[in-house]
Nanobody, 120 residues
Framework: QVQLVESGGGLVQPGGSLRLSCAASGRIFSINAMGWYRQAPGKQRDVVAT???????NYADSVKGRFTISRDNAKNTVFLQMNSLKPEDTAVYYCYTRAMAPGNGWSNYWGQGTQVTVSS
């Protein structure tokens, strides 16, 4: 009922930038938090950044000062601006939202993931 579609991943050199986008669609009554997680090969999925409905943000220590999360509430879209990228940022990035949809109440939803590769 709620679909998340990510875009913006790709290959970038160390020190470069990328901007990820994620649009939520479907029958949505309300959205609470939106955010980004990532999973590197052989590792667990970890939080990168989250943005609450009140505007509160939370960042992983490893990305503070380099990544910025923002949100367009009118379009149910969340962005992740990634600057000064490092090889260790290489991972599949997943969009996340907690939303209320008809018949589901408050539930967690995930995008399909977008690959970010930082390499020279």
């Amino acid at each position: 009922q709620v679909q998340l579609v990510e875009s913006g991943g790709g290959l970038v050199q160390p020190g470069g930038s990328l901007r990820l986008s994620c649009a939520a669609s479907g029958r949505i009554f309300s959205i609470n938090a939106m955010g980004w997680y990532r999973q590197a090969p052989g590792k667990q999925r970890d939080v990168v950044a989250t943005l609450g409905s009140t505007g509160s943000t939370n960042y992983a220590d490893s990305v503070k000062g380099r990544f910025t999360i923002s949100r367009d509430n009118a379009k149910n879209t969340v962005f992740l601006q990634m600057n000064s990228l490092k090889p260790e940022d290489t991972a599949v990035y997943y969009c996340y939202t907690r939303a209320m949809a008809p018949g589901n109440g408050w539930s967690n939803y995930w995008g399909q993931g977008t690959q970010v590769t930082v390499s020279s």
